[in-house]
């Protein structure tokens, strides 16, 4: 099986699973009652305005060459929906994760993650943005607001930045992300590397009139710890 991850581009849109053409996020409340029965006309629209205006915005997932998941994200101008939160604003410095989704029979097996390392990495390389923030779901799934379960926002590198019952904010510092995950990669590295053999000190020859066979205090370490 081959996984990979890519950037999101229109002609993903229409590979993406039912129920991706939510535009809780990119629409207000009165525009989206307007456009119901175009959400996918509109959600078209939206990603190719912030791919215009700003930048990359999504990653779709591939296994075996089949779109089983993506994610999708923004800065806060380009989000109306998030106004909506009783933890809001986003701040200043960070991007939203809108949308975080994997096909049921992928999921278990860290594909949510490989997702998120993709956007961090994305993101890292823009320079522009220090953080993500989501707003969570905790409780029941709420697929009403398209929100993304607190419990995986916690397990793949968010922390709780306003604390609510239902909707925390989270926050996902990008520079220390990415720190700690190079410092994992070259601790990695240094477990992995292969074990020089370190070459035996010589003895010294006993001086004339020592014993031969007598014995004399080693210097080598105690190596047993």
Do not use: I, N
Not at 151 to 158: D, I, K, P, R, S
Not at 182 to 188: A, I, K
């Amino acid at each position: 099986m081959t996984r990979r991850t890519e950037r999101l581009t229109l002609d993903h849109l229409p590979l993406l699973p039912a129920g991706s053409d939510c535009v809780f996020w990119e629409l207000d409340p009165v525009r989206r009652r307007e456009v119901r029965g175009h959400e996918a006309e509109e959600k078209a629209a939206w990603v190719s305005t912030v791919l215009r205006e700003w930048g990359s915005c999504g990653r779709v997932l591939l296994v075996d060459g089949e779109v089983v998941g993506h994610a999708l994200w923004a800065p806060p101008v380009h989000v109306p929906g998030a106004d909506g939160f009783a933890t809001a604003p986003v701040s200043g410095d960070a991007v939203v994760l809108t949308e975080m989704y994997v096909a049921p029979e992928h999921r278990g097996g860290g594909l949510g993650r490989v997702l998120v390392q993709g956007m961090a990495k994305d993101l890292v390389r823009s320079g522009t943005v220090r953080a993500v923030e989501a707003f969570g779901h905790s409780g029941p799934s709420d697929h009403d607001t398209c929100t993304v379960p607190t419990q995986f926002l916690l397990a793949v590198g968010f922390r709780t930045h306003r604390a609510h019952p239902v909707h925390p904010r989270m926050r996902m510092d990008l520079k220390t992300t990415v720190s700690l995950r190079q410092e994992l990669e070259r601790g990695l590295d240094r477990l992995l590397a292969p074990v020089k053999r370190q070459p035996r000190p010589v003895r010294p020859v006993p001086r004339d009139g020592a014993q031969r066979g007598s014995r004399t205090r080693s210097t080598r370490p105690d190596l047993r710890f």
